[in-house]
């Protein structure tokens, strides 16, 4: 019955608003290779220990503009590890950075099921201030859904991190996730290594903790990302 | 229509007033390689890069990363940041390519 009422309302992506935060910059000439993961234990109307895992390669396209397509795959204790859906994703810098008061810009997202008739259509707004060291960035989404499987609701979806830039290979950090049934927020430590000229992996780690009954009771996200 | 379109018309006669200071790119050297800025003050650093290979103006201290291609130049705002030394490099060519702002 939990597992048919997932299916039932779950949205695309598994239905999992915590993810990373988007910073609303494009770096030209620069490809990468991501590997994310958000591993949830318990919520009410998901499979436990839902488990997400994205696998992506992305460059940017010209100054402004980046390109970067996603297999979406998922698991959990009522289901086998299986290819959940498929994204692209375009993301538009708006603005210099330091030119104005925030730096700004755009994210376009449609991702498709691999097992249902669903798409999910996502435009997002992405803003970055800098006081010193402290970084804050804010990620504002709506989704939209099409298909036969959809819910033909519009969603709203807010993420939110307060980053301390302490050093490149390591900045604590805050986020703050509220959208469809989760509202959390957590420590999440980000960091970058240098591996040669043009070479750098960067990762994330953070714990979300659920701020409602409605919320998964802990989320862990992980991120891999060599950029070249 | 834009956020950053409508910031963009605000704030124009502040952008206008932000000081502007040259630097080239040539044979992978950064010229010059320190940069004198005024403390607690937004610069506009004009890149040149003169070199027919691209290069990237990148500075942790300053959280500042920009590609700038070959034979073409590129805008990077600074500041308002304390006084301080802030080193910046090309990523492309890191062992030539190197200097430091000096923020007085």
């Known amino acids: 019955m939990g597992l048919l009422l997932a299916c039932t309302t779950q949205a695309l992506a598994g239905g999992v608003v915590i993810d990373k935060i988007y910073h609303p910059y494009v770096h030209p000439l620069e490809q990468e290779v991501e590997w994310r993961a958000v591993l949830q234990d318990r919520q009410p109307g998901m499979a436990d220990n839902t488990q997400l895992y994205r696998f992506a390669y992305g460059r940017a396209i010209s100054e402004r503009w980046s390109v970067e397509a996603y297999l979406v795959t998922e698991k959990s204790n009522d289901q086998n590890f299986r290819v959940e859906g498929y994204e692209l994703e375009l993301q538009w810098q708006l603005s210099e950075q330091g030119e104005y008061w925030a730096d700004w810009g755009m994210l376009f997202e449609v991702e498709k099921s691999a097992t249902r008739d669903l798409w999910e259509f996502t435009t997002g707004i992405l803003v970055e201030k800098e006081w010193g060291k402290w970084s804050g960035t804010a990620n504002l989404y709506m989704l939209n859904e099409v298909g036969s499987g959809a819910t033909h609701e519009l969603r709203g979806q807010l993420g939110l991190q307060a980053r301390y830039r302490y050093s490149r290979a390591f900045e604590p950090a805050i986020e703050f996730y509220q959208g469809q049934d989760t509202l959390g927020a957590g420590p999440a430590i980000l960091g970058q290594i240098k591996l040669a000229n043009r070479r750098k992996l960067n990762w994330e780690a953070g714990v979300i903790l659920g701020l409602d009954s409605a919320s998964p009771n802990r989320t862990l996200r992980l991120l891999l990302d060599y950029e070249f | ?104």
């Open chain 2, 1 to 104: 229509m834009y956020p950053g379109l409508l910031l963009g018309i605000f704030s124009h006669a502040a952008i206008a007033a932000t000081p502007v200071i040259e630097v080239e790119i040539r044979d992978h050297l950064f010229y010059p390689s320190e940069v004198r800025v005024p403390a607690n003050t937004k610069v506009k650093l004009l890149i040149k890069n003169l070199d027919p290979t691209p290069e990237e103006f990148e500075s942790y201290e300053l959280n500042r990363e920009k590609v700038i291609s070959g034979n073409s130049k590129v805008v990077i705002f600074i500041g308002p940041v304390g006084p301080g030394d802030y080193p910046f490099f090309g990523e492309f060519y890191p062992n030539t390519a190197r200097g430091v702002i000096l923020v007085r």
